[in-house]
């Protein structure tokens, strides 16, 4: 499915968050949002996928291409995992799929299925405050795929978790994008896993958001690897893109922004 | 409301404690020797306390040297708990339950009469709701399987229709008593026929009749001698101040006699008629009954509610035993409360001796 | 510093030494089921003690073992068991009724724009009402039998269980609301699937309070027009100064708390097994 973003604006009572937003997500493709803190690249994922009016513009499906068994094509991955603490990790994916018209052998596969994608099958019965932060985005993660989305929307999808299963996880992002060809919406502020993972990677700058510069690269996913030169080359050049805003976003008083 | 009625009792006795510590002071002081006895009165606002008002206003009192306070209580048995307690000497009221129960622990004495129901005096009528009236209940025989009001299990509700139906053939189980707690829910109950029948006094009984809101099918004094209620004061008093409780008792019966000469008159047919001091007597009692209606209505109601008092005051001490056997036999007062023990007819013989 | 050096410290202390101090102590209460049975049995012991003594006259209070024997004498009567069940029944039913329209109306006041500010103004002025004081109204509408008093323990139920859960729905994770809109759950879903049971912990724990008025109106509720009942058993033997049954009553309507408070004890571990 291709997604066009619309010369979306908009703005939080006085504070004009994003303007003029415009650009397009081609199927197969993952782009990552980056940018300084408050330049509105949550809003704008909000958006996307239509949790969020924007004040102008629109973001418009330009066909009704859809995987297979697809119940929810815009799917989103939280970044602080959003489970039901009283459901276990197979009872949250079946909360996603319980409204819809599948027998429960049908659903009980689905589950299987994606609990076997993020190695979780060992898990399938425990509750999620048994379960680590890497192991809870996994469980986000099997959720989003139960439901055969067309676009995986993940919100900073990394930044609850500490560095060492940061690794871990971003590898198996990469294997899973590279493996499925999804389409996906990636907002992070670590412009590595944007080299990682992303395709095209939008530069917002802040006050308001708007599109810096669209960032291409065009090693493929399942070739990229942590320190390859051409890798470190593309993150410093997002780096000088946003390294003034970044200054002047830390600089800012926090309740201001 | 009984809390707070026991609470300001025990205010106005502190208060009356060192009044009198103030005054005993004067009196040692001075050298003044019979200064008035202070004794405090419990009663309620009831025709039935009128003896005590007419003592009062008329002097009588005063004559025996007492001086006398009354506090007023909204209901009867804070009157026996407040002189079990000390907070007041002598209290007037019906017998209850309650009442035995608290006398059988050996603070009370009753050494008197309040009202009794007598066959040539309207007492306390038996009513009917109009719905159940109009279904058949007609004379007190049916009131088998009919609900009844009463304000609370073992009051003098309970033993009126308790004793009535024995002496009419009437199975009390097969009836279903409606505690409701005060006499304004049981007349509320009774007029939209929520409860079949209950018995009350006739100033309330004759007009809810006459206004056609119930029907009266029987009278309590024709089925029972009964001694209502009776004059009574702590078992320190009479160990400690028996003096004093003559003197009270002696006023009361001077109030006693003027009441049966003001509001019992009855010509030769039995008739209640006027007499020279009917208005006299009114007029007192008016003061603290119905004080708040203007006399022409309170006369009517206070003549309408004046119940029968024997002379002396004398008390109906073997009905007052058949009493606390019933009571007893029910479980409603505890077996070891004797009346030989907390009645003292050594002020007042009793009645019929 | 060497190695050895770090070992010939440790082995030969300064005389100013001291082991450091351990100062976390206090502030960690733990129960104690012994003291809790032992408190309870000196303080009736005391009690027979001066009963038995004449240092409180049973005028004042009734011995333990009166108490005792007029429970004794309310079970083998069979009396006990009629109060019992017809308190029961009001209770249960009572309780049910206002749990169920409080529970419907603090959800709406908890998720609607349109039933929040209504809602929590109404409740917030008549929650302070004492309900005994409506009970004459209760009686007009409802009459003397069974209606008014099942009205009675419902009315003061429905406001707290109204409080607790939409203050229990506030306090579900939004993020898990809109994780459910961000599936397309259907709204009877959401609120099944995620606002029910994340508002439960606080709701369940709304119920001892709801239960234990409902208790206290239990009295209330059967001043009017109640032949049994353990409220108008206690009633009674007020009226009639009969001590030892009145606390008898009071014994069982506490062992009925404690009964109550069981049952939620044990409904919240089969519901929050997941906390």
Known sequence: ?257 | ?353 | MSHEGAKQMAQTPDTNSEPVRFRATGFNPKSNPVAAWGSFILVIALWQLGSSTGFISELAMPSPIAVAKALWQLIISGDLWLHLGASLQRLVGGWIMGTVAGLVVGFLVGMFTWARSPGVALVSALFPIPKIALLPLFIIWFGIGEPSKFATIAFGVFFPTVINTFGGVDNVQRNLIRMGQSFDLPMWSVIRKIILPGALPTILSGFRISSSIAIILLIAAEMIGAQYGIGALILAAGNLYQTDQLIAGVVVLSLMGLCVSWLLGRLDRWLLGWR
């Open chain 2, 1 to 353: 409301m009984r809390s707070r009625d026991l609470m300001s009792g025990a205010g106005k006795t502190a208060r009356r404690s060192l009044l009198a510590l103030a005054v005993g002071a004067t009196v040692f002081g001075a050298g003044i020797a019979n200064a008035a006895e202070k004794i405090n009165i419990a009663a309620l606002t009831f025709v039935s306390s009128s003896p005590l008002f007419i003592a009062k206003e008329k002097g009588y009192f005063d004559d025996e040297g007492l001086d006398a306070e009354i506090t007023f209580f909204r209901s009867a048995q804070p009157v026996a708990v407040a002189i079990a307690s000390g907070d007041a000497d002598f209290g007037v009221t019906a017998f209850t339950g309650g009442f035995f129960n608290l006398a059988g622990k050996g603070a009370l004495k009753v050494i008197g009469a309040q009202l009794h129901e007598d066959a040539a005096y309207d007492g306390s009528a038996i009513l009917a709701s109009n719905k159940a009236f109009d279904a058949g209940l007609t004379s007190v025989d049916k009131l088998g399987g009919h609900s009844f009001a009463l304000s609370q299990v073992g009051s003098s509700f309970h033993y009126m229709m308790g004793n009535v139906a024995e002496k009419a053939g009437v199975d009390l189980a097969s009836m279903e008593l409606k505690p409701l707690q005060s006499v304004p829910n049981m007349i509320g109950a009774l007029k939209s026929g929520q409860v079949d029948s209950m018995i009350i006094v006739p100033h309330i009984a004759k007009p809810l009749a006459n206004a056609g809101a119930a029907h009266i099918i029987g009278w309590v004094k024709d089925y029972v001698p009964y001694q209502v209620g009776g004059l009574f004061t702590s078992a320190r008093n009479v160990e400690e101040r028996r003096d004093v409780v003559e003197k009270f008792v002696r006023a009361y019966q001077k109030g006693v006699a003027d009441y049966r000469a003001g509001l019992l008159a009855t010509d030769a047919d039995g008739k209640l008629v006027k007499s020279d001091t009917t208005d006299e007597i009114l007029e007192i009692v008016h003061k603290y009954v119905y004080a708040d209606q203007p006399a022409d209505k309170a006369y009517a109601k206070i003549r309408n509610g004046a119940m029968f008092i024997t002379e002396e005051a004398k008390l109906d001490v073997q009905d007052v035993k058949a009493q606390v056997k019933w009571y007893q036999d029910r479980g409603y007062v505890s077996a070891d409360a004797n009346p030989d023990e907390f009645i003292d007819t050594s002020f007042i013989a009793p009645l019929g001796e």
């Open chain 1, 1 to 257: 499915m291709r997604l066009q973003i619309q010369n979306v604006s908009h703005s939080y009572d006085q504070v004009e968050a994003l303007r003029d937003i415009e650009f397009g997500i081609e199927p197969g493709e993952v782009v990552a949002l980056i940018g300084p803190s408050g330049c509105g690249k949550s809003t704008l994922l909000s958006i996307i996928g239509g949790m969020l009016k924007p004040t102008s513009g629109a973001v418009v499906m330009c066909d009704q291409a859809k995987p297979e068994g697809c119940l929810n094509p815009l799917t989103y991955v939280f970044q602080d995992f959003a489970l039901l603490p009283w459901r276990t990790v197979a009872g949250n994916i079946s909360l996603v799929l319980e409204d819809h018209p599948l027998s429960k052998s049908e659903r009980d596969e689905r589950i299987a299925e994606v609990l076997a994608q993020t190695n979780l099958s060992d898990f399938a019965n425990a509750y999620p405050k048994q379960l680590s932060g890497g192991m809870k985005q996994r469980v986000g993660i099997a959720r989003a795929l139960a439901v055969r989305p067309a676009v995986l929307l993940m919100d900073e999808p990394l930044s609850a978790l500490d560095a060492q299963t940061r690794i871990l996880l971003l590898d198996e992002f990469s294997d899973l994008f590279a493996r499925t060809g999804m389409t996906a919406v990636y907002v992070t502020h670590n412009l590595n896993e944007a080299v990682r993972l992303a395709h095209k990677v939008v530069a917002l700058r802040r006050r308001p958001g708007t599109i810096k510069e669209i960032h291409t690269i065009d090693v493929p996913i399942n070739e990229r690897r942590e320190g390859m030169p051409e890798l470190i080359a593309h993150e410093q050049a997002l780096w000088n893109l946003i390294r003034d805003e970044a200054i002047a976003a830390d600089k800012e008083l926090e309740n201001v922004a």
